[in-house]
């Protein structure tokens, strides 16, 4: 069936260093790739996400890139702080239905 | 104020007894969900539905029900629970294709099967 490999499930950066969770998907009629945030204890929220036509897209320090060829996309944190410490999320699903699936989750940790 | 609710929060209960997990959302969402997290395995989809009275499997259905009979509400349903369905469970809510793609998740509901 289809799944979403994420790597990797941790990573530790120092504070003002830039951090990368690379996913995998295998269902090529996937189109819509979000990326979501989970605190301890919280619930995920959305931070980006991109849209098959769409190779990059940025907002501030966070950027997502997308190799559709490759069926491969990425998370990009530049400047990190320790508020980023949480598990992220990727997932892949067809943005005209509703089918989603989830990566494994990465969970980073921003020392001061 | 937009949101997604769940109840009950926290639940606690035997091998075999009927539940329901209630979900609500006053967005007007068209889409709503269901997934089930565990240590290690991510977000795990276990029912969709697109519409009222349109609901479709996701990864993990088995031992699961829903229903969507209002646009606002889509319970889950476990007829016969079993301790492999102790879980984190979350309800999520997305607006209709063309418009916003994102999924508004709500708090969340741990539940524990004896």
């Known amino acids: 069936g289809e799944n979403v490999e994420q790597h990797p499930s941790t990573l530790s950066v120092q504070e003002g260093d830039s951090a990368v969770i690379k996913c995998t998907y295998s269902?090529?009629?996937?189109?819509?790739f979000p990326w979501y945030k989970q605190e301890l204890g919280k619930r995920p929220q959305l931070i980006i996400d991109?849209?098959?036509?769409?190779g990059e897209k940025k907002d501030q320090r966070i950027a997502v890139t997308l190799n559709k060829t490759a069926k491969h996309f990425s998370l990009h944190i530049t400047e990190t702080q320790p508020e980023d410490s949480a598990v992220y999320f990727c997932?892949?699903?067809?943005?005209?239905?509703?089918?989603?699936?989830f990566g494994a989750g990465t969970r980073l940790f921003v020392k001061a | 104020e937009a949101q997604v609710t769940q109840n009950p929060r926290y639940l606690i209960t035997v091998t075999g007894k009927k539940l329901t997990v209630t979900c609500s959302q006053n967005?007007?969402?068209?889409?709503m969900s269901w997934y089930r997290q565990d240590p290690g395995l991510g977000l795990r989809q276990i029912y969709y539905?697109?519409?009222?009275?349109?609901?479709d499997k996701g990864d993990v259905p088995e031992g699961y029900k829903v229903s969507r009979k209002e646009k606002r509400n889509f319970p889950l349903i476990l007829e016969s629970p079993s301790p492999n369905q102790t879980s984190l469970y979350f309800c999520?809510?997305?607006?209709?294709?063309?418009?916003?793609?994102?999924?508004?998740f709500g708090p969340g509901t741990r539940l524990t099967v004896t």
């Open positions: 999520a809510s997305s607006p209709a294709p063309g418009t916003d793609y994102e999924q508004y």
């Open positions: 269902d090529s009629a996937s189109n819509y």
């Open positions: 991109i849209r098959s036509n769409v």
């Open positions: 997932a892949a699903s067809m943005a005209g239905g509703f089918k989603t699936i």
């Open positions: 967005m007007n969402h068209e889409y």
């Open positions: 539905s697109m519409n009222v009275e349109v609901t």
